[in-house]
């Protein structure tokens, strides 16, 4: 829903309170995570990348807006060699979502590249680029690489390795991308409810009139 999720709906105020509501400062780079953390989800490597990162700038937070067990998320960060402090977890309904989103500068995760993925395309991703946030995600998960890279939405880091990561850090400090309209377009053309809803017509339509059915809604 593309027009929920609008960053020009949200208030600088509003965005304001959110970093004070998570005690980020406003000077603070701020990586934003949602949803649940489960199988699928690589929350230790989502740890390394953040590190990576943070070595290169240490004015920055992870936040991850999800209901699962904070404990859990802690348990990860501190194995992976991450600050507690540098991690905010907190949830939220989805009225609020947007302004979690906007209220970050960056979008980050990674889902296991596998073959029952091929097909996947994650909801947040939709959200995300709707907001006009830069994302930072893995390749060979459905057509998630495919559109970070046409739209410019993004990085797209081929595999989890330590020199992928630092090169995809060093490049999001030396040409970051922000608020950029191309990848809300991104988000409207590909994952927005009006083109869903016409394409699926498309296709229904047309196995219809092979049957001889002539549908007019």
């Known amino acids: 829903d593309i027009d929920f999720f609008n960053s020009n709906k949200i208030a600088q105020s509003n965005k304001t309170l959110i970093r004070k509501e998570l005690n980020i400062d406003e000077t603070e780079t701020v990586f934003i995570y949602t ?4 199988t699928w989800y690589c929350l230790d490597e989502m740890m390394q990348f953040f590190k990576t990162y943070h070595a290169q700038n240490s004015a920055s937070k992870f936040a991850i807006i999800t209901t699962e067990n904070p404990t859990v998320i802690f348990s990860c960060a501190k194995r992976n060699g991450v600050d507690g402090s540098l991690i905010r ?20 995760f990674f889902i296991l590249p596998s073959f029952s993925k ?52 060093k490049e999001i400090i030396t040409n970051p991308i922000s608020g950029s309209a191309e990848i809300r377009k991104g988000a409207e053309e590909f994952y927005g409810l009006k083109n869903g809803v016409e394409a699926y017509w498309k296709i229904y339509n047309s196995i219809l009139q092979q049957k001889g059915v002539d549908l007019h809604i």
């Open 89 to 108: 977890v907190t949830e939220s309904p989805r009225s609020k979502m947007p302004q979690y989103l906007a209220a970050a500068d960056l979008a980050l």
């Open 35 to 38: 949803g649940g953390i489960g």
């Open 118 to 169: 091929t097909a996947s395309s994650p909801t947040k991703q939709g959200e995300m680029m709707a907001m006009q946030l830069p994302i930072i995600c893995n390749d060979n998960v459905g057509d998630t690489g495919l559109v970070i890279r046409k739209y410019k939405a993004g990085w797209v880091v081929n595999n989890f390795t330590a020199n992928e990561f630092q090169n995809a850090a």
